[in-house]
T-cell receptor, first 112, second 114 residues
Framework: GQNIDQPTEMTATEGAIVQINCTYQ??????LFWYQQHAGEAPTFLSY????GLEEKGRFSSFLSRSKGYSYLLLKELQMKDSASYLC?????????????FGAGTRLAVHP | NAGVMQNPRHLVRRRGQEARLRCSPM?????VYWYRQLPEEGLKFMVY????????ESGMPKERFSAEFPKEGPSILRIQQVVRGDSAAYFC????????????FGEGSWLTVV
């Protein structure tokens, strides 16, 4: 089966750094995505990893270790507007096509 | 270039009624995916469609739910005889290619069953 785990909730202070972890057990792994979702809104794309290593994009970085089934999203210089849910999603390839499977999401609260 | 358009944004139905949710993918996109999100939960895959074809409906409940993506017009997610447990946000996403790394989500349709 497919299983994606991430913490339910996290809190952090404005200006700090936070790391949101994601572990997965899936078949047909074909990439890992991170999305941000504010309450009542659509998920928006943050990052994509398919090879091991770190991908940096401004204040956000994402890391992948395929051998460990592990990824993290690193948010630096936290701002109040970063309070949102962060969704880890694994793309799996099976039956000749790709499908995106989501974890339950991590709700991040940034405090002053 | 308009994004993925979903309507209605909010829909209230009484138990036993039908709900129809529409999704117009981004221009040129022929791959459509529907997800359901219950309150305080992640997105659950429901169905993957290409024009006129259902590719994967493994996440769709066997009864009352159906989806289509006709040659012309939007994709439709149809829920018959709605029950309170159907209350959720339904998100549609589209992509240019199934193998690409960019999937665009619509704003979602919030269904409330009273």
């Amino acid at each position: 089966g497919q299983n994606i785990d991430q913490p339910t909730e996290m809190t952090a202070t404005e200006g700090a750094i936070v790391q949101i972890n994601c572990t997965y057990q899936t078949s047909g792994f074909n990439g890992l995505f991170w999305y941000q979702q504010h309450a009542g809104e659509a998920p928006t794309f943050l990052s994509y990893n398919v090879l091991d290593g770190l991908e940096e994009k401004g204040r956000f970085s994402s890391f992948l270790s395929r051998s460990k089934g592990y990824s993290y999203l690193l948010l630096k210089e936290l701002q109040m507007k970063d309070s949102a849910s962060y969704l880890c999603a694994v793309r799996t390839f099976s039956g000749g096509y790709n499908k995106l499977i989501f974890g339950a999401g991590t709700r991040l609260a940034v405090h002053p | 270039n308009a994004g993925v358009m979903q309507n209605p944004r909010h829909l209230v139905r009484r138990r036993g009624q039908e709900a129809r949710l529409r999704c117009s993918p981004m221009k040129g996109h022929s791959h459509v995916y529907w997800y359901r999100q219950l309150p305080e939960e992640g997105l659950k895959f429901m169905v993957y469609l290409q024009k006129e074809n259902i590719i994967d409906e493994s996440g769709m409940p066997k009864e009352r739910f159906s989806a289509e993506f006709p040659k012309e017009g939007p994709s439709i997610l149809r829920i018959q005889q709605v029950v309170r447990g159907d209350s959720a946000a339904y998100f549609c996403a589209s992509s240019l290619q199934n193998s690409g790394n960019t999937i665009y989500f619509g704003e979602g349709s919030w269904l409330t069953v009273v």
